[in-house]
């Protein structure tokens, strides 16, 4: 699978957007770009994920370049319940494992 | 919305014991999978398991380690002999709905096994 970075940390004033960038210029054409994020020490919640266009649903939308080098997450109205740490990862899917990363520490301040 | 259940939820044991870690994937999916995250660490992945038998397991996963799907619904990770090494949040992900093409991996709330 190919690989990811992430800045390791954000900070986003509640009730605004928070736009969280991932590269992965490595990224083969059947591989999808998958978001999902963990608060606290749970279980990584699967937020959105693409393989080559934008894609919207309740929670985020994701942003996806024409080359597919790199994407972005993003949470149109953060509130504090939206602190957690996000991870990008790039995976065929199917049954293949994910390789998470460190991840995007996102912070949302009053 | 179907949701991947784990017990028990926290699990305390001595050191050179047996554990099982338990997990009732999403009801219709394929693919199950064990991961495990060292507190300030990564999360790791374990193994995944299809079709009755191991599909891929990483080099943590060994010969200590072992998982079973012992009837339809429940999926189990056992640790033979525990290490002190072997504290973790153990986290149990299912995924691929037949027929639909849907293969995002949905997540347990985590077992979070400490070894004294």
Known sequence: DAKTTQPPSMDCAEGRAANLPCNHSTISGNEYVYWYRQIHSQGPQYIIHGLKNNETNEMASLIITEDRKSSTLILPHATLRDTAVYYCIVTTGGGNKLTFGTGTQLKVEL | EPEVTQTPSHQVTQMGQEV?????????????????????????????????????????????????????????????????????????????????????????????????
């Not at chain 2, 999360?43 to 397991?57: A, H, M, Q, R, T």
């Not at chain 2, 999926?75 to 709905?97: G, H, N, P, W």
């Open chain 2, 20 to 116: 099982i870690l338990r997990c009732v994937p999403i009801s219709n999916h394929l693919y199950f999978y064990w991961y495990r995250q060292i507190l300030g660490q990564k999360v790791e992945f374990l193994v995944s398991f299809y079709n009755n038998e191991i599909s891929e397991k990483s080099e943590i996963f060994d010969d200590q380690f072992s998982v079973e799907r012992p009837d339809g619904s429940n999926f189990t990770l056992k640790i033979r002999s525990t290490k002190l090494e072997d504290s973790a949040m153990y986290f149990c992900a299912s995924s691929v709905t037949p027929g639909l093409a849907r293969y995002t991996q949905y997540f347990g709330p985590g077992t979070r096994l400490t070894v004294l």
